[in-house]
């Protein structure tokens, strides 16, 4: 079946650290782009950071040097971890990629459902 699932979202105290974890599942040919998304209560989708095939990442600025994106490629699957947790971070983390699956001759974006942050004290 083709899809992806986050896992290790959760609560944790101000200053804390979680890994969120996003695996593709299916006959994959092949993954390029992959990225994290949050959406806070009250406002729109954010862009966190991507990670292209070849590994070359990029961060919104509010996360630069508290987050960091990885992928294993032989595991089909893209990581955050989130260290210096604030509590303006809280929201839903949604895992994106571009993935082009055995069956098809093109690339197409995928969607997590999503998993829950909160950062509380």
């Known amino acids: 079946q083709e899809q992806l699932v986050e896992s290790g979202g959760g609560l944790v105290q101000p200053g804390g650290s979680l890994r969120l974890s996003c695996a593709a599942s299916?006959?994959?040919?092949?993954?390029?782009?992959m990225a994290w998304y949050r959406r806070s209560p009250g406002k729109q989708r954010e862009l966190v950071a991507t990670?292209?095939?070849?590994?070359?990442?990029n961060y919104v600025d509010s996360v630069k040097g508290r987050f960091t994106i990885s992928r294993d490629n032989a595991k089909n699957t893209v990581y955050l971890q989130m260290n210096s947790l604030k509590p303006e971070d809280t929201a839903v983390y949604y895992c994106?990629?571009?993935?082009?699956?055995?069956?098809?001759?093109?690339?197409?974006?995928?969607w997590g459902r999503g998993t829950q942050v909160t950062v509380s004290s």
């Open positions: 994106n990629a571009n993935i082009r699956y055995s069956s098809t001759y093109s690339y197409r974006a995928y």
């Open positions: 299916g006959s994959i040919f092949s993954i390029n782009l």
């Open positions: 990670i292209s095939s070849g590994g070359n990442t």
